[in-house]
């Protein structure tokens, strides 16, 4: 039996798609493991899925001052020497990325033990975790063609994003039952990332007066964000993370707010769910979202809308604009070319794999 060790964490955004590969990887008769950190939202996450978990040390990698940056690299380190054991000990034939700070140290680890590594990069440009795996990879897996001439230097191909299966087999009636809607009202979801976005969170809050005139409004808030005093507003649910039941919700939705990451836009795709984009800014990253939002946006699959200069007014009135053309935005999604990565980055892993 071939052995995959799974690897990628931090945010939903690193671990979901690994998930997604999960059923096709078991169908061929690999054994699947996963490494990440102990506290991480990977643990959790991959917990669900009955699936061997080891933990190690690893630091976080930052772009900006903090006094954590003279310590990390040191849990860096032992998280190589942790990882190392795990690969001499449970000797896997291949090794799969998703990114993240966690992977690091595990694709270092891979690497000095003669392991294949494919990583995957979602965004058009690769974060500071890819940038310093690649070295250490024998392939390089992207999502938008664009990427391509941004991985210079190393074997990169195009294979899209692995989108979940459940995701696209959710149930609309599902869905709005267990929302508890009971009218017809169209369904505005509203996703800010696993961690939540406190800009679009206060944007939606200030904004609720009139948009449940128009809309029953799912609010995923993420963990820690949600504000029991509106649970008592008619047409208004908030979660602070979904799991199991978002292939059902996500169905329901008719538009959708969202950040602009990666996954989640190529989710929103794949369903053909009208989507107002509202990227992170690059005075709070590294721009990447404002890029995925850009290619999205002239493809005319998504509309979008920059933090900076948004005002309430502006905000309700591109969510009624993107709800009246949302027909348009269904037609341009039908016949984009994207396809999920799920049979392209298996066969590569079967390729690869010693």
């Not at 005093?229 to 047409?235: A, D, I, Q, W």
């Amino acid at each position: 039996m071939k052995k995959i060790i799974l690897t990628g964490g931090g945010s939903a955004g690193h671990v979901t798609p690994n998930l997604a590969l999960v059923p096709k990887l078991r169908e061929l008769g690999y054994e699947i493991q996963y490494i990440g950190t102990e506290n991480g939202i990977e643990r959790k996450i991959v917990g669900d899925e009955k699936i061997k978990y080891h933990v190690i040390s690893s630091g976080k990698l930052r772009r900006y001052f903090d006094i954590k940056n003279f310590t990390d690299p040191f849990r860096v380190l032992k998280g190589i020497f942790q990882a190392a054991i795990v690969m001499k000990r449970e000797k896997p034939n291949i090794v799969f990325s998703k990114g993240g700070f966690v992977s690091v140290p595990v694709v270092i680890a891979a690497h000095l033990n003669k392991v294949p590594v494919i990583i995957h990069e979602s965004d058009i440009t690769p974060g500071l975790a890819n940038r310093i795996s690649m070295p250490y990879c024998t392939k390089v897996c992207v999502t938008f063609p664009e990427s391509l001439k941004n991985i210079k230097g190393h074997d990169a191909v195009l294979t899209g994003t692995p989108i979940r299966q459940e995701l696209l087999d959710g149930s609309r009636i599902i869905g709005r039952r267990l929302c508890g809607f009971t009218n017809d009202r169209p369904i505005l979801l509203i996703i800010g990332g696993s961690l939540g976005s406190r800009f679009i969170n206060n944007m939606v809050r200030n904004s609720l007066n009139e948009l449940l005139r128009t809309f029953n409004i799912v609010h995923i808030c993420g963990k820690g964000n949600t504000d029991k005093s509106l649970n008592v507003r008619k047409g208004y649910i908030q979660f602070e993370y979904i799991s199991k039941e978002l292939p059902h919700i996500m169905n329901a939705a008719d538009i959708v707010v969202s950040r602009a990451g990666a996954n989640v836009i190529f989710e929103l795709l794949a369903l053909k769910k009208p989507n107002l984009l509202v990227p992170l800014s690059k005075a709070s990253s590294r721009g990447d979202q404002i890029l995925n939002a850009a290619s999205f946006e002239k493809s005319g699959y998504s509309m979008v809308l920059q933090e900076e200069g948004m005002t309430r007014e502006i905000f309700l009135d591109r969510i009624q604009k993107l709800y009246d053309s949302r027909n348009k935005y269904i037609n341009n999604m039908k016949a984009s070319p994207a396809r999920h990565g799920v049979d392209k980055i298996v066969n590569l892993i079967e390729k690869y794999s010693i």
